[in-house]
């Protein structure tokens, strides 16, 4: 089955194939509001913000050209982070990356108020690399077979 037969509500964003199979994984089977006002524009290199005010700190502004308050578990992450992936993954497949003997370069910021919300931000979409990256290597053993 395709990922547009199983994720019809994401099919508009046209994310990178890697992202859609980790959305199937983990079963997020529709984009939640804040995704699908922020997606559209984001994935047009355009800038969004969403303000969110949650239960632990005072309202955050998110990179993500609206303003929209949601609560926490909304999806603000994936709003923001989503494009961002898109954007390196397929960028990885266009364009070398110039590599670095001390350091590696920029190739997206996230700004977050608190060490724990970065912390949080940070871990969130590594393991969602990390389970695209997973996906894509049983993908690759699957068409060895």
């Not at 980790?22 to 922020?38: G, W, Y």
């Amino acid at each position: 089955m395709t990922l547009v037969k199983s994720l019809p509500e994401w099919q508009p964003f046209n994310l990178h194939p890697q992202l859609g199979r980790v959305l199937l994984s983990k079963k997020f089977e529709n984009p939640t509001p804040i995704q699908a006002q922020s997606l559209p524009l984001a994935l047009k290199h355009r800038d969004v913000v969403g303000v969110a005010e949650t239960v632990r700190t005072a309202p955050c502004i998110y990179l993500c050209s609206y303003v929209n308050s949601v609560a926490q578990g909304s999806g603000k992450t994936l709003a923001y982070g989503l494009p961002i992936l898109h954007h390196l993954l397929t960028e990885a497949y266009t364009r070398p990356i110039p590599h670095s003997k001390n350091r590696r370069p920029v190739r997206a910021l996230i700004l977050a108020p608190t060490r724990e919300l970065a912390l949080q931000v940070s871990s969130h979409l590594n393991a969602f690399l990390t389970s695209a990256d997973v996906d894509a290597s049983k993908d690759d053993a699957d068409e060895d077979t």
